[in-house]
């Protein structure tokens, strides 16, 4: 059973709070433990990126704080309340756009809405609002098939916008992207999370875009994952790709690679 936690207060104080959160799969092969058990606070407005390696449990923590699963231990509490079912205060963006190919790009954006049953013609102004900011408003008629990748991501993070969530929830965003349009894409990114302060969790692979955009980055064991390590970035903000060239990037990067390169500390 869960560890009991007070169901009406978040026990930190932060927008998100992970305490000792678990989850184990059941399969043939008996128990699978998948994560944890792991505690995060993220304060609001704040940008933290999990890195971790490949079956760490990253995607199965984005499925806990999207409501998604359930875990089998421990509880994570959004703004106030237990995370126990899928919430409107979550936005998400995956790893592909998952555009409908039939809908233009304002419909796409204005999806969640529909969904969640809470449309309105205000609605309508704010998808427009959003693609200008995400600079398609020359594209708002345009369907799928007419953008690029990093076009059709972009909608995808105005999607994930739309219905003003209290965190937005990012899951390896840019990994299907080309290495220049990822460049362009965490500036892009960087800019509309300075517009729009919200609290975001960032899931990925590359230890320089995680140094780049995140106020701190956890990092996670192997299987079952663990945090091992917690990074506060320090960087000042805005950041441009210079940055990527500057001492303490560099060091950060080698600080976060060693982690990886060394027996991993949770298993020594």
């Given at each position: 059973m869960p560890t009991p936690y007070p169901p009406t207060k978040t026990p930190s104080g932060a927008t998100l709070s992970l305490r000792e959160i678990a989850l184990t799969y059941s399969t043939s092969r008996g128990p699978l433990p998948a994560l944890g058990p792991l505690s995060i606070d993220?304060?609001?407005?704040?940008?933290?990126?999990?890195?971790?390696?490949?079956?760490?449990?990253?995607?199965?923590?984005?499925?806990?704080?999207?409501?998604?699963?359930?875990?089998?231990?421990?509880?994570?509490?959004?703004?106030?309340?237990?995370?126990d079912k899928p919430r409107q205060d979550v936005g998400i963006v995956f790893q592909q756009p998952t555009l409908l190919p039939w809908k233009n790009v304002r419909d796409n954006v204005l999806m969640p809405v529909r969904v969640l049953g809470i449309y309105s013609p205000a609605y309508r102004k704010k998808a427009d609002e959003l693609i200008e900011m995400v600079g398609l408003d020359q594209f708002a008629q345009?369907?799928?098939?007419?953008?690029?990748?990093?076009?059709?991501?972009?909608?995808?993070?105005?999607?994930?916008?739309?219905?003003?969530?209290?965190?937005?929830?990012?899951?390896?965003?840019?990994?299907?992207?080309?290495?220049?349009?990822?460049?362009?894409?965490?500036?892009?990114?960087?800019?509309?999370?300075?517009r729009t302060g919200k609290s975001v969790v960032f899931i990925t692979h590359s230890i320089p875009e995680a140094a780049f955009m995140a106020d701190r980055i956890v990092v996670l064991s192997s299987r079952p994952g663990r945090v091992i390590h917690i990074e506060n970035v320090g960087l000042a903000r805005p950041r441009g790709l210079e940055s990527m060239a500057a001492p303490e990037f560099v060091a950060i990067c080698d600080r976060l690679r060693r982690l990886f390169t060394v027996k991993d500390p949770a298993h020594a």
């Open positions: 993220v304060e609001n407005g704040e940008f933290v990126a999990v890195l971790g390696p490949s079956g760490c449990g990253k995607s199965t923590l984005l499925k806990i704080l999207s409501g998604l699963l359930q875990p089998s231990a421990g509880q994570a509490f959004l703004g106030g309340t237990i995370i345009h369907y799928p098939h007419e953008l690029s990748g990093g076009m059709q991501q972009r909608v995808a993070i105005a999607r994930g916008l739309i219905h003003e969530p209290k965190l937005l929830l990012m899951d390896e965003p840019f990994a299907a992207l080309d290495a220049l349009t990822r460049e362009q894409m965490i500036l892009e990114l960087q800019a509309i999370w300075e």
